[in-house]
């Protein structure tokens, strides 16, 4: 199995090829989203910001909440924790250590049931890999802890490898969006898992 480390490497390199290659990725992936996803767990939506090579989101958040959803996006708090805080596209934004720009600290703290998430590479078992910080992680735990968490990844199809390197506190992904389709990652593991109680291989 690859390790972490160097996965990572390799995937920046290829997102940043898929980015240039494909600028509108960000339009098409809204054009696939499945919005039966938004009828079942909204309309609690988070979102992200893109970042350097990230797919947009900002195409698809837009379309959310066109149909109903309630918008929030990602805060590093003090404390290092991340958190999710109410946002709707066109309101001001804080500019953030590193050079991100988040929701200020008065708005309102939400917990998103339908959470939209960047990431560097995905397998069909919906294992994600991010950045190394743990941040999607630790809250996506404490959120699935708290009730029902829906992890939707938005990627391109080329971020989609054979396996990720997974550890004990990674979280997994229900579900990925390209440019090219949808993955219901929960089912695939479903079928995983009830082939293996088989004897399948």
């Not at 959310?64 to 309630?70: N, P």
């Amino acid at each position: 199995m690859t390790d972490k480390a160097g996965l990572r490497a390799e995937m920046k390199e290829l997102r940043a090829e898929l980015s240039a290659r494909n600028p509108d990725a960000g339009e098409h992936v809204a054009e696939k989203f499945p919005m039966r996803l938004l009828e079942r767990y909204g309309p609690e939506v988070a979102g992200y910001l893109a970042i350097g090579s990230e797919i947009d989101a900002l195409p698809l958040m837009k379309h959310l909440e066109k149909a109903g959803a309630e918008l929030s996006l990602p805060r590093i708090e003090e404390d290092g924790s991340m958190t999710y805080r109410r946002w709707s596209p066109g309101e001001p934004l804080e500019r953030r250590p590193f050079g991100l720009s988040e929701p200020c600290s008065s708005a309102p703290e939400v917990w998103p049931t339908l959470i939209l998430t960047p990431l560097l590479a995905f397998d069909q078992m919906g294992n994600r890999l991010g950045y190394g910080q743990g941040h999607y992680d630790r809250t996506l735990s404490r959120l699935r802890e708290a009730g029902r968490a829906f992890a939707c990844a938005l990627a391109y199809h080329g971020q989609l490898v054979d396996e990720v390197p997974v550890e004990s506190h990674d979280q997994p992904l229900d579900w990925a969006v390209t440019e090219e389709g949808s993955f219901p990652l929960f089912m695939m593991r479903n079928m995983r898992a009830i082939s293996a109680a088989s004897g399948g291989v």
